[in-house]
């Protein structure tokens, strides 16, 4: 069965380093997402993409954010400076169907941890 | 977007059939009802999916009222491997906004 795939499973950084987090969405999916996961806190969307463009982002997703599709499987989360707050499971979501209706499939995250 | 009420927690028998209420009284009417669940810290699994009539897959039946007010999952047969948080998201647009979920404890 396909899935969403994430690596690194772990990343340890400083602070003020830049991360890149990559996600191999399902193969035939469109429309590509990045959630985040502080511990012990809810799942929070960050941002959404479809047709090579954010389609919608969160307060959370600021100009240290940034997300891309660099060739036709990847896609990418980058924090440009991280800060002690960004520690959290990050996890990619792809999804296929109609606009609105679309099920999203999740990855097993990233764990980030901002030192 | 819908705000949705869960229980906090609840405890099922192994064997048993897990009955997982939600509240979404300000559902629109275009909104899915979507179910995942969080086995620790892994990525939220998706179940199911419905709008108005009631679904069944492999791995659980969701019932909605008629009225799209609340629905139900069920898992018929839960075992110590569906303990896990399952959280009840309204969908409308792209994003999925996640509560606190119900934490469900199946127990031997």
């Known amino acids: 069965e396909p899935e969403v795939t994430q690596t690194p499973s772990h990343q340890v950084t400083q602070m003020g380093q830049e991360v890149i987090l990559r996600c191999v969405p399902i193969s035939n999916h469109l429309y590509f997402y990045w959630y985040r996961q502080i511990l012990g806190q809810k799942v929070e969307f960050l941002v959404s993409?479809?047709?090579?463009?954010?389609?919608?982002k969160s307060e959370i997703f600021d100009d240290q954010f940034s997300v891309e599709r660099p060739d036709g499987s990847n896609f990418t989360l980058k924090i440009r400076s991280t800060k002690l707050e960004d520690s959290a499971m990050y996890f990619c979501?792809?999804?296929?169907?109609?606009?609105?209706?679309?099920?999203?499939?999740f990855g097993p995250g990233t764990r980030l941890l901002v030192l | 977007d819908a705000k949705t009420t869960q229980p906090p927690s609840m405890d099922c028998a192994e064997g048993r059939a897990a009955n997982l209420p939600c509240n979404h009284s300000t559902i629109s009417g275009n909104e899915y009802v979507y179910w995942y669940r969080q086995i620790h810290s892994q990525g939220p699994q998706y179940i199911i999916h419905g709008l108005k009539n009631n679904e069944t897959n492999e791995m659980a039946s969701l019932i909605i009222t008629e009225d799209r007010k609340s629905s139900t999952l069920i898992l018929p047969h839960a075992t110590l491997r569906d303990t896990a948080v399952y959280y009840c998201?309204?969908?409308?647009?792209?994003?999925?906004?996640f509560g606190a979920g119900t934490i469900l404890r199946v127990k031997s």
């Open positions: 979501a792809s999804g296929g169907l109609g606009v609105g209706q679309e099920t999203q499939y």
């Open positions: 993409f479809y047709n090579n463009e954010i389609s919608e």
């Open positions: 998201i309204p969908k409308r647009g792209n994003k999925l906004v």
